[in-house]
């Protein structure tokens, strides 16, 4: 199909979305937001780039009415744009930067005609003046005094309680479009329906009443799209992960785990969640011994492992990474093992241990529990007791992470997103160096791991990421690289 000419056509389903970037053709997908001026004002830019590059695709996502593409493309705010060529992503470019926009386009799309060079379309095509209307337009808004700044970050903090407040002001609480009784769409009747299938009690907020939460709870959560939905305080996810929970149980596991109760409809009471603690029992009913054996090799591989959801750099669900945060505030080393990426062991545990559902904690063989227990007996001082008790001691520093982490490649970058997804146009620049003189590297997402991302800053007296390291040295951020790059002296100062 060719392109579409100048038109930027709005994309209704990822099946759509599909089709048209297995095609081929330079596409450039921008997600926005009817509510985010930002959006509007890079809008302008994007449809005057449209007519700049007729050979190319532009499409436009409303990214909270299509959350599966969103999610796809963990997009975690508007603006933020895709880049497709030959059917693969190539780059994105998140924020309201024109610039930026216009040569990554002009990189993408190539030439407007094949005897011409490619060339950014900020220099006097048909967006250029658009371009750099809007980046002046852009310039005014962040020229606020420091007085301004200093009410907004007031303004911040008190929304930051208000949100802790409302995510916590029921067990599950499930932040919707309408109210169950009235769902405003389809995503958060799927979420409603699956609650009342698993019988609990859920508070809900209305999020087309309060812009204010609304957004906030974008940043807060780092989840972009509606619904979101909470237990005991910590986000689950939104309606894909739900359903997908729901489907094979797993939603169910969470909430008996946690202590929620059930709501039997036809006898109109409470019950009470099953409260057994858990304990291994020998012989383990129902498993094989090839099986029992392999968990017990598992549970004893290391004085304290986490059977988690992702790993600890990347947990793949907020009651996983809760009980790495207190490991590593406790500086406990431990071991990990990532029941996602086998079902032997992730429904095997759940019958020798005797509990239903992750993260499982084990201190010295012995079943800990799970996150809410972890929590408890980190707050009442039981932890740190139970860990001297069992010779475990505070091992890892944060420091000795540190230097763990940056001595683990030599060549490492500390980023926002991953190389193939940069989440930032300052990390995506410093990547594209590196790629460009064939310099192999290590990466950090440090927006996966706030005491790293904190931790580092200090460390390293550098304030900002990304940062670049050459056998534990700090080469230096976004304007070091792209200055060594320039001068010919990046790959020589990587293999010195």
Same mark, same amino acid.
């Given at each position: 199909?060719?392109?579409?000419?100048?038109?930027?056509?709005?994309?209704?389903?990822?099946?759509?979305?599909?089709?048209?970037?297995?095609?081929?053709?330079?596409?450039?997908?921008?997600?926005?937001?009817?509510?985010?001026?930002?959006?509007? $004002?890079?809008?302008?830019?994007?449809?005057?780039?449209?007519?700049?590059?007729?050979?190319?695709?532009?499409?436009?996502?409303?990214?909270?009415?299509?959350?599966?593409?969103?999610?796809?493309?963990?997009?975690?705010?508007?603006?933020?744009?895709?880049?497709?060529?030959?059917?693969?992503?190539?780059?994105?470019?998140?924020?309201?930067?024109?610039?930026?926009?216009?040569?990554?386009?002009?990189?993408?799309?190539?030439?407007?005609?094949?005897?011409?060079?490619?060339?950014?379309?900020?220099?006097?095509?048909?967006?250029?003046?658009?371009?750099?209307?809007?980046?002046?337009?852009?310039?005014?808004?962040?020229?606020?005094?420091?007085?301004?700044?200093?009410?907004? @970050?007031?303004?911040?903090?008190?929304?930051?309680?208000? %949100?802790?407040?409302?995510?916590?002001?029921?067990?599950?609480?499930?932040?919707?479009?309408?109210?169950?009784?009235?769902?405003?769409?389809?995503?958060?009747?799927?979420?409603?329906?699956?609650?009342?299938?698993?019988?609990?009690?859920?508070?809900?907020?209305?999020?087309?009443?309060?812009?204010?939460?609304?957004?906030?709870?974008?940043?807060?959560?780092?989840?972009?799209?509606?619904?979101?939905?909470?237990?005991?305080?910590?986000?689950?996810?939104?309606?894909?992960?739900?359903?997908?929970? $729901?489907?094979?149980?797993? %939603?169910?596991?969470?909430?008996?785990? $946690?202590?929620?109760?059930?709501?039997?409809?036809?006898?109109?009471?409470?019950?009470?969640?099953?409260?057994?603690?858990?304990?291994?029992?020998?012989?383990?009913?129902?498993?094989?011994?090839?099986?029992?054996?392999?968990?017990?090799?598992?549970?004893?591989?290391?004085?304290?492992?986490?059977?988690?959801?992702?790993?600890?750099?990347?947990?793949?669900?907020?009651?996983?990474?809760?009980?790495?945060?207190?490991?590593?505030?406790?500086?406990?080393?431990?071991?990990?093992?990532?029941?996602?990426?086998?079902?032997?062991?992730?429904?095997? %545990?759940?019958?020798?241990?005797?509990?239903?559902?992750?993260?499982?904690?084990?201190?010295?063989?012995?079943?800990?529990?799970?996150?809410?227990?972890?929590?408890?007996?980190?707050?009442?001082?039981?932890?740190?007791?139970?860990?001297?008790?069992?010779?475990?001691?505070?091992?890892?520093?944060?420091?000795?992470?540190?230097?763990?982490?940056?001595? @683990?490649?030599?060549?490492?970058?500390?980023?926002?997103?991953?190389?193939?997804?940069?989440?930032?146009?300052? @990390?995506?620049?410093?990547?594209?160096?590196?790629?460009?003189?064939?310099?192999?590297?290590?990466?950090?997402?440090?927006?996966?791991?706030?005491?790293?991302?904190?931790?580092?800053?200090?460390?390293?007296?550098?304030?900002?990421?990304?940062?670049?390291?050459?056998?534990?040295?700090?080469?230096?951020?976004?304007?070091?690289?792209?200055?060594?790059?320039?001068?010919?002296?990046?790959?020589?100062?990587?293999?010195?």
């Amino acid at each position: 199909m060719a392109a579409s000419g100048g038109a930027v056509k709005e994309v209704k389903s990822k099946a759509e979305l599909d089709a048209r970037i297995v095609e081929g053709a330079p596409v450039i997908l921008h997600f926005w937001a009817s509510w985010c001026e930002a959006s509007k $004002h890079m809008d302008k830019v994007f449809s005057h780039l449209s007519i700049d590059f007729p050979l190319a695709h532009f499409l436009r996502v409303e990214a909270e009415e299509h959350p599966e593409i969103s999610e796809a493309y963990s997009v975690s705010a508007v603006p933020y744009f895709v880049f497709f060529k030959n059917g693969k992503a190539v780059d994105t470019l998140e924020g309201a930067d024109p610039s930026s926009l216009a040569n990554k386009v002009a990189k993408v799309a190539g030439p407007i005609t094949p005897w011409e060079p490619a060339a950014p379309a900020s220099l006097g095509m048909a967006a250029g003046a658009t371009v750099l209307e809007t980046v002046q337009e852009f310039a005014k808004q962040n020229g606020a005094s420091q007085e301004t700044s200093q009410v907004l @970050s007031g303004k911040a903090d008190k929304l930051e309680k208000r %949100l802790q407040q409302l995510v916590n002001a029921h067990p599950i609480m499930l932040f919707m479009k309408g109210n169950p009784e009235s769902p405003k769409c389809g995503f958060s009747q799927k979420v409603v329906d699956i609650l009342k299938k698993e019988k609990v009690k859920f508070g809900s907020f209305d999020i087309l009443t309060d812009n204010e939460v609304r957004e906030g709870l974008k940043k807060f959560s780092n989840w972009p799209t509606y619904p979101q939905i909470y237990c005991k305080g910590e986000l689950l996810g939104g309606s894909d992960i739900a359903i997908s929970m $729901h489907e094979n149980g797993e %939603l169910g596991e969470v909430f008996r785990e $946690h202590g929620i109760e059930t709501f039997d409809s036809e006898e109109g009471k409470l019950t009470q969640p099953d409260g057994k603690k858990g304990g291994i029992s020998e012989p383990s009913s129902g498993l094989s011994a090839s099986t029992s054996s392999r968990l017990k090799s598992l549970i004893t591989s290391a004085p304290v492992i986490l059977f988690m959801k992702g790993n600890p750099d990347e947990p793949k669900c907020g009651f996983s990474r809760k009980v790495v945060d207190i490991l590593r505030q406790e500086s406990v080393k431990f071991k990990s093992f990532d029941i996602l990426t086998d079902d032997e062991v992730r429904q095997g %545990l759940k019958v020798y241990s005797n509990w239903s559902s992750y993260p499982q904690l084990y201190i010295k063989e012995e079943l800990i529990g799970g996150s809410d227990i972890v929590l408890e007996m980190q707050k009442s001082g039981e932890l740190k007791k139970v860990l001297a008790e069992k010779g475990i001691s505070s091992g890892e520093t944060l420091e000795d992470r540190l230097k763990q982490l940056i001595n @683990s490649s030599p060549v490492m970058l500390f980023m926002k997103g991953k190389p193939d997804a940069p989440q930032c146009g300052f @990390s995506s620049k410093v990547v594209n160096a590196l790629k460009e003189e064939g310099v192999e590297f290590g990466s950090f997402d440090i927006l996966t791991d706030e005491e790293v991302r904190q931790g580092l800053k200090k460390f390293s007296n550098w304030p900002t990421f990304p940062q670049l390291y050459y056998k534990g040295e700090l080469i230096g951020g976004c304007d070091i690289v792209l200055e060594l790059r320039n001068s010919g002296e990046l790959k020589e100062t990587l293999s010195e």
